[in-house]
């Protein structure tokens, strides 16, 4: 399927919330298509929340650092210690 092919509803659009367990977690957006890219990066500093979706353009997210993230599959910690 060619990336043009997308279309919004197909993807689900699902959110996450990525919560920041310390300072300096970097949130990442990768592209869909034929070669995987970096779309989007952000910086939380701890505490600090971010609501993130899935759309046409974002299939994957990388998340460095310590982190909780809260799906509707449940919630996954990440980083170093966990």
């Known amino acids: 399927m ?3 092919e ?3 509803e197909d993807i ?3 959110y ?3 919560r920041a367990l310390e300072d300096g977690v970097t949130i990442i957006g990768l592209t869909r298509g034929k070669d995987t890219r970096f779309n989007h990066t952000e ?3 701890r505490g600090e929340v971010m609501i993130c979706q ?3 353009h974002t299939s994957a997210m990388k998340i460095r650092g310590k982190a909780e993230i809260y799906t509707k599959h449940g919630t996954v910690k990440c980083g170093k210690d966990v």
Do not use: R
């Open 54 to 56: 899935f759309t046409e």
């Open 16 to 18: 996450v919330i990525i």
């Open 43 to 45: 910086k939380l500093d």
């Open 6 to 8: 997308y279309h919004t």
């Open 12 to 14: 689900g659009g699902e």
């Open 2 to 4: 060619d990336q043009a």
